[in-house]
């Protein structure tokens, strides 16, 4: 069974505070991506990684970074957390089969708040 | 600019009756279709997907329908069940962009008893 796991299911941060999204799956997929959800807009990709070390912007890149060291793990980064922030992030993980089926497996949710 | 779209936000099915969801995009470089369905405080599940060469995918009780011309999917749900009360989302990709993922906003789907 392909396993996404997201660090935290839920975490509360400060306005300002650095925040740390950790996301680690066990298929050996080579994409990964962050997506945030909200009421109304659906999911909105934050960053993809297709490889080690590359990343592309997603729509909504602004306020984010990302690090994708091992194949395995791909971290979202908030500089600067702000309440606009606040929102449910998920990681999803996709293999490439070339003309064949790329489904995406999602981890549980990261709902973060920022005050 | 949004390149995948679902012009419902919300849908009301009869139990036992059809549910019938839409989708359309803009990108014609879109070779892979997903339907994905969440519930709340959980991570989207994959439902079913269809390939670009093809024009009808069936599932049981779920089947997509592609139409290229109109850059048009749509999924049906018969007969639907309470439990499919969810919000679902339509997605794409392709080969050209590294199969990235492109969800629409999805539709929140109630299934009545």
């Known amino acids: 069974d392909v396993k996404v796991t997201q660090s935290s299911r839920y975490l509360v941060k400060r306005t300002g505070e650095k925040v740390f999204l950790e996301c680690v799956q066990d298929?050996?997929?080579?994409?990964m991506f962050w997506y945030r959800q909200d009421p109304g807009l659906g999911l909105r990709l934050i960053y993809f990684?297709?490889?080690?070390?590359?990343?592309e912007k997603g729509d909504i890149p602004e306020g984010y970074s990302v690090s994708r060291e091992k194949k395995e793990r791909f971290s979202l980064i908030l500089e600067s957390a702000s309440t606009n922030q606040t929102s449910m992030y998920l990681c999803?993980?996709?293999?490439?089969?070339?003309?064949?089926?790329?489904?995406?497996?999602f981890g549980q949710g990261t709902r973060l708040t920022v005050v | 600019d949004q390149q995948v779209k679902q012009n419902s936000p919300s849908l009301s099915v009869q139990e036992g009756r059809i549910s019938i969801l839409n989708c359309d995009y803009t990108?014609?470089?879109?070779?892979?279709f997903l339907w994905y369905k969440k519930y709340p405080a959980e991570g989207p599940t994959f439902l079913i997907s269809?390939?670009?060469?093809?024009d009808k995918n069936e599932d049981g009780r779920f089947t997509v329908f592609l139409n290229k011309s109109a850059k048009h999917l749509s999924l049906h749900i018969v007969p639907s069940q309470p439990g499919d009360s969810a919000v679902y989302f339509c997605?794409?990709?392709?080969?050209?962009?590294?199969?990235?993922?492109?969800f629409g906003p999805g539709t929140s789907l109630s299934v009545i008893p």
């Open positions: 999803a993980s996709t293999t490439r089969h070339h003309g064949g089926n790329t489904e995406a497996f």
């Open positions: 298929m050996d997929h080579e994409n």
């Open positions: 990684s297709y490889d080690v070390k590359m990343k």
């Open positions: 990108n014609s470089m879109f070779d892979y």
């Open positions: 269809i390939s670009s060469i093809k």
């Open positions: 997605a794409a990709s392709a080969r050209t962009s590294y199969d990235k993922v492109i």
